[in-house]
């Protein structure tokens, strides 16, 4: 466990072995639309999700300014879609 302390009483403890876990589980990557028109986030969302065709799934967030955050939950999806997958 690490306990992080400024020289308070009170320390904050993080489970190293949880946090790893927890890192290694998730790829994600930001995508922009280079486009004039606006971007309709459910088609886009069910579009993409049903050509990618996802092991473990995927989990899109909507950034704002037609950006989107993408979460893979295996490494092979996300270099699927890096290594030309639409």
Not at 17 to 24: F, L, R
């Amino acid at each position: 466990m690490l306990h992080i302390d400024d020289g308070e009483e009170s320390a904050w403890g993080v489970d190293e072995e949880q946090v790893e876990e927890e890192v290694n589980q998730v790829y994600s990557m930001v995508g922009y639309f280079l486009t004039a028109s606006l971007v309709n986030f459910q088609a886009m969302r069910n579009t993409l999700a049903n050509l990618w065709h996802p092991i473990g799934g995927v989990v899109i967030f909507d950034l704002g300014d037609k950006r989107f955050l993408f979460k893979f939950y295996h490494e092979v999806d996300m270099n699927r879609v890096i290594n030309g997958a639409p």
